[in-house]
């Protein structure tokens, strides 16, 4: 249990870390969608199609190189190894970083014309600048992830979004009454030259400029042990490692961004009445966002059991270890999906505008998405140990095809709801897949009939709390469903007597 405690408490750090982060940046929900200081559904909608080419764009900035430093760098069995090969990774990222910049920058205003962007050219701009930062800091907070310096990567990442968090209240709130003259006459020409209105969205992109270039300052001591060090030799099978990675990664943003971008172009004009397609991807963009609360666990899980099982990957014992992670990691990401589900009737009031939850139903399909999402992660550890990480990349390519072609069949029929539908069959498809294959090339003993169950009875006590509840007030309605969750935490007491039991007799010696 040594190392399952070990895992856990770097879990737990990171999760606490991620939750404070998070809810720092989910602050931004309620601002972003004020009814005075935010923006409307459109250009919201503007703001999360811009942050889907991101996401793919970050994936081919850093093509797999996290995860490659990961493997190198754990085979090193000396500091000054590992510095060497953050070095050798580090020089490679600055070169390609400089050429990809220089080519975007470059084609920015047909970029911006063919977006139909053609008068905000500085939104791409300002991305770049975005992109090129997050890049550069990429391995230097995996650095500290394998050094298990859990507790400084939290720190750095609760202050980017704390700043990125005041930096946006800053601009929208402050400078907005500022320039109204809320604050003075003094202070009003300073508002008034400080907020512009027709920046709009831009604001947001600003913010998160400015707060990345801050976090360069945070990671000065780890830039500032860096040697320009670049040896073909070495590098040559770091590539050959990292390249399916990069493929991987834009295939899984395929499964995770695309279906913003699909809505605006597949959904017929008139398909709402009160909404247009950019609208309606500010909709389901706001509504994902209540989804967080499982991507999570899955992510701070990704950021300690990484380095971990590279760790133990040498130990004869690796395979029941990893299946022992793995079902008590399904067990916490069953408590979040039901315990989410069951609440929206009050968590739907974080959607500032009345507009946005309309779409609040499609939730617990995204929960249950992202939970397929994070047992694949779990389950692919195989072709990372094992060298094959172009099966990665067949896995994430086969999720992504379903995600489009899902989202062409059912966007024109069912709205953005498609794209939640679309999501879950993709991630519970890919982890069947990785399951069955990886069986074959590195066997572990998952328990999958306990993790079914779990999945099945959650999914059970959900639909059984919102169909039960139709027509009933908000309290007896809550009432219920608090109910439910108590009776699934009832069937995971029960599940987990051994673990219970073990657990209180430690507590009792003490």
């Known amino acids: 249990m040594g190392l399952l405690q070990k895992l856990a408490g770097q879990t737990a750090l990171y999760g606490i870390s991620s939750i404070v982060a998070r809810m720092l940046n989910y602050l931004l929900v309620p601002l972003h969608t004020h009814i005075h200081y935010g923006f409307g559904a459109s250009e919201y909608g503007i703001f999360s199609?811009?942050?889907a080419y991101v996401a793919f764009l970050n994936i081919?900035?850093?093509?797999?190189?996290?995860?490659?430093?990961?493997?190198?760098?754990?085979?090193?069995?000396?500091?000054?190894?590992?510095?060497?090969?953050?070095?050798?990774?580090?020089?490679?990222?600055?070169?390609?970083?400089?050429?990809?910049?220089?080519l975007l920058w470059w084609l920015t205003p047909n970029l911006s014309s063919a977006l139909g962007y053609t008068d905000r050219p500085y939104l791409l701009y300002w991305l770049i600048g975005i992109l090129s930062i997050d890049t550069l800091l990429a391995l230097p907070y995996a650095q500290l992830r394998l050094q298990g310096k859990a507790s400084r990567f939290a720190a750095a990442r609760v202050f980017n979004i704390g700043l990125n968090v005041l930096l946006n209240v800053f601009f929208l709130v402050i400078c907005r009454q500022m320039a109204g003259g809320a604050y003075g006459s003094a202070l009003q020409p300073l508002g008034e030259r400080l907020f512009q209105p027709e920046l709009g969205i831009g604001y947001v992109f600003l913010a998160n400029l400015l707060a990345n270039g801050a976090v360069i300052l945070w990671f000065w001591p780890i830039f500032s042990a860096f040697r320009w060090d670049w040896d073909g030799s070495v590098l040559k099978p770091v590539l050959h490692y990292a390249w399916p990675l990069m493929l991987m990664g834009l295939a899984g943003m395929v499964n995770e961004v695309s279906d913003r971008a699909l809505l605006k172009y597949w959904l017929p004009a008139h398909y709402y009445p009160n909404l247009s397609p950019i609208e309606a991807v500010g909709v389901y963009s706001?509504?994902?966002?209540?989804?967080?609360?499982?991507?999570?666990?899955?992510?701070?899980?990704?950021?300690?059991?990484e380095p971990f099982f590279f760790g133990?990957?040498?130990?004869?014992?690796?395979?029941?270890?990893?299946?022992?992670?793995?079902?008590?990691?399904v067990l916490a990401c069953c408590m979040i999906y039901v315990g989410v589900s069951l609440n929206l009737s009050w968590l739907q009031y974080f959607l500032g505008q009345e507009v946005y939850r309309q779409g609040i139903w499609i939730v617990p399909l995204l929960l249950l998405a992202n939970l397929c999402l994070g047992v694949y992660q779990n389950l692919s550890i195989w072709f990372k140990l094992t060298d094959s990480t172009i099966a990665g990349a067949w896995l994430t390519g086969l999720g992504a095809l379903i995600t489009v072609?899902?989202?062409?069949?059912?966007i024109p029929q069912l709205g953005y709801p498609a794209a939640a539908i679309a999501t879950l069959v993709a991630y519970a498809t890919m982890m069947v897949v990785c399951y069955l294959w990886g069986q074959k090339h590195y066997p572990i003993p998952y328990e999958v009939g306990y993790a079914l169950s779990l999945i099945a009875a959650a999914t059970?006590?959900?639909?059984?709390?919102?169909?039960?509840?139709?027509?009933?007030?908000?309290?007896?309605?809550?009432?219920?469903?608090?109910?439910?969750?108590?009776?699934?935490?009832?069937?995971?007491a029960w599940y987990e007597?051994?673990?219970?039991?073990?657990?209180g007799q430690k507590l009792t010696r003490r």
Not at 77 to 84: D, F, L, T, V
Not at 405 to 410: D, E, I, Q, S, W
Not at 468 to 491: D, E, K, N, R, Y
Not at 497 to 503: E, F, G, S, T
Request: aromatic share 16%; net charge positive; proline share 3%.
């Open 497 to 503: 007597r051994p673990l219970l039991m073990a657990i």
């Open 460 to 492: 059970v006590l959900i639909v059984v709390g919102h169909w039960a509840v139709q027509g009933w007030s908000f309290w007896p309605s809550l009432g219920l469903h608090w109910g439910l969750i108590g009776v699934f935490l009832a069937l995971i």
């Open 286 to 305: 706001a509504v994902y966002k209540l989804a967080i609360f499982m991507s999570l666990v899955t992510q701070a899980f990704r950021y300690a059991a």
């Open 60 to 102: 081919l900035y850093t093509y797999g190189m996290e995860t490659a430093f990961f493997r190198f760098a754990a085979a090193q069995p000396s500091a000054a190894g590992k510095q060497r090969v953050f070095n050798q990774l580090m020089s490679c990222m600055l070169v390609s970083t400089v050429l990809f910049s220089a």
């Open 49 to 51: 199609e811009l942050y």
């Open 312 to 329: 133990q990957s040498a130990d004869k014992k690796a395979p029941q270890t990893f299946a022992r992670v793995m079902r008590y990691f």
């Open 405 to 410: 072609g899902v989202n062409f069949a059912l």
